[in-house]
């Protein structure tokens, strides 16, 4: 049924990206790759996908990907990290909003009618209250939180341009887990993190407390929602949380994955340093709009995803 259409996915050979690029394909349409390979490995592309090996700055390899005419774009390129904006913000800036509004420039002269935006948690800062819902205020705390909200504001003023019809939808995506996680990238993603460290050997580190929460949500649970909103026109226009619901602290995270590694803290090293500049002490996402929009549910928890992850993880770890 989705034969010769065609989707971007930029950052497609990223953590979320190649997930979603695998679910796409799999649901029949075509795909296109933009990515310049920062942190996304080549080996992730799918086989079955065209790739384009460029920067969402450059409007030379943007146009080059935007030839493949794809019908729709599902933009996640972009720079993850917290710590990296905090240290960057210009960089930060440049990627996450310049990169942007060069997709969107695309989408208007190509006159593609539909994008997906892959926006984040940490637009809310420190929101009173947990869980969160969309209609909370964004106040922003980081760097990375201030760019993710400008990029998507960007988006859906693009789809007011009554030249140029453009249906979009913004996701505002808690803790994503799962498999291709890098595991050697210490600056973004803790459950990958503290994973990588343990099966290291490595002591993990906590900033704080460690009884700040996260709310942690399955890759694949992501990418289904992604592509049930592709033509669900009650999706447009709109900006949807996704995550679990679920607020787990970090210090349940740390001994959940050392409990999966057959460790605990009294034979595996754990420290707790200063939290750092941008942390936001909880976070849930209130599901209830995605919900009733297109009746997702998160599937896999926390537990249960762990499960193939860490299985992923070792076998990563075995190959290097
Ligand atoms: N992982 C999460 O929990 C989470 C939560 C909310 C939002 N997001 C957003 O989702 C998107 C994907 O995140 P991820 O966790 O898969 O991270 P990731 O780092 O694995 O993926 C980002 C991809 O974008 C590519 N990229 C970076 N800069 C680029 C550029 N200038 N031009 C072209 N490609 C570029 C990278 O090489 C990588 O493949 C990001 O936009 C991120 O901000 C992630």
Redesign the pocket.
């Known amino acids: 049924m989705n034969r010769h259409r065609r989707v971007l996915v930029?950052?497609?050979?990223?953590?979320?990206?190649s997930h979603l690029s695998d679910a796409i394909l799999k649901h029949g349409f075509e795909v296109t790759i933009?990515?310049?390979?920062?942190?996304?490995?080549r080996g992730q592309v799918p086989a079955g996908a065209d790739f384009i090996e460029?920067?969402?700055?450059d409007s030379d390899a943007v146009a080059r990907a935007f030839e493949t005419e794809p019908e729709i774009v599902c933009h996640?390129?972009?720079?993850?990290s917290i710590r990296l904006a905090w240290a960057d913000p210009s960089a930060d800036l440049a990627?996450?909003v310049e990169?942007t509004l060069r997709i969107l420039a695309a989408c208007r002269e190509h006159r593609v009618p539909r994008l997906l935006y892959?926006?984040?948690?940490?637009v809310y800062g420190n929101p009173d209250e947990i869980p969160t819902s969309e209609d909370a205020p964004a106040r922003p705390v980081a760097h990375?939180g201030i760019t993710?909200f400008a990029a998507e504001r960007y988006v859906h003023l693009a789809a007011d341009d009554p030249e140029h019809p453009l249906a979009v939808t913004s996701f505002?995506?808690?803790?994503?887990?799962g498999p291709r996680?890098?595991l050697d990238n210490p600056y973004?993603?803790v459950l990958a993190i503290f994973l990588g460290n343990v099966l290291r050997g490595e002591a993990v580190t906590i900033h704080s407390d460690g009884e700040q929460s996260r709310d942690f949500v399955f890759v694949g649970d992501v990418c289904r929602a992604w592509i049930e909103a592709i033509d669900n026109q009650s999706t447009f226009g709109r900006v949807f949380n996704l995550g679990s619901g679920r607020p787990t602290t970090v210090n349940t995270l740390c001994d959940t994955v050392l409990g999966l590694c057959g460790l605990d803290r009294s034979n595996h090293p754990v420290h707790h340093e200063p939290a750092q500049p941008g942390d936001i002490r909880r976070a849930a996402a209130d599901v209830s709009a995605i919900q009733e929009t297109l009746g997702w549910q998160p599937k896999i928890s926390l537990e249960e995803g762990l499960e193939p992850t860490v299985a992923w993880a070792r076998h990563a770890a075995e190959r290097r």
């Open positions: 930029t950052g497609g050979a990223g953590f979320i990206g933009l990515d310049n390979l920062h942190t996304g490995i460029g920067d969402v700055r996640l390129a972009g720079q993850a990627v996450n990169g892959a926006s984040s948690m940490t990375y993710k505002r995506m808690f803790n994503v887990f996680q890098r973004q993603g």
